[in-house]
């Protein structure tokens, strides 16, 4: 089965570490540019990490504020989103997104042409 398949999450305390996967089956990592993006309840969605597989560009945006650092594993075709420090406010739904069309001039997925979505992995940062 084609599909992007999602690991990781769960229940960690302010400051902790959680490490997230998100692993391509039946196509090959190489040929997209991945994104994670989270939402938290009632909030609007927000990107937090994009990588052009091919070249190893990446970028990852404010909402991490460097604390979120994306990776790949060619061999294990799988992105990684690595989280450091986490907060409360980190708590949301992550999901990861593979896509063949990119934003022009980034390594970001082109939202409106997603091929791939994972299910989604839940980050909850609480004591």
């Known amino acids: 089965e084609v599909q992007l398949v999602q690991s990781g999450g769960g229940l960690v305390q302010p400051g902790g570490s959680l490490r997230l996967s998100c692993a391509a089956s039946?196509?090959?990592?190489?040929?997209?540019?991945i994104g994670w993006f989270r939402q938290a309840p009632g909030k609007e969605r927000e990107d937090v990490s994009c990588?052009?597989?091919?070249?190893?560009?990446?970028y990852d945006f404010p909402s991490g504020e460097g604390r979120f650092t994306m990776s790949s594993d060619n061999a294990k075709n799988t992105v990684f989103l690595q989280m450091a420090q986490l907060r409360p406010e980190d708590t949301a739904d992550y999901y990861c997104?593979?896509?063949?069309?990119?934003?022009?001039?980034?390594?970001?997925?082109?939202?409106?042409?997603?091929?791939?979505w994972g299910k989604g992995t839940r980050v909850t940062v609480s004591t």
């Open positions: 039946g196509f090959t990592l190489d040929d997209y540019v």
């Open positions: 997104v593979a896509a063949a069309t990119k934003v022009p001039g980034s390594p970001c997925p082109s939202l409106d042409a997603v091929d791939y």
């Open positions: 990588m052009d597989i091919s070249s190893g560009t990446k």
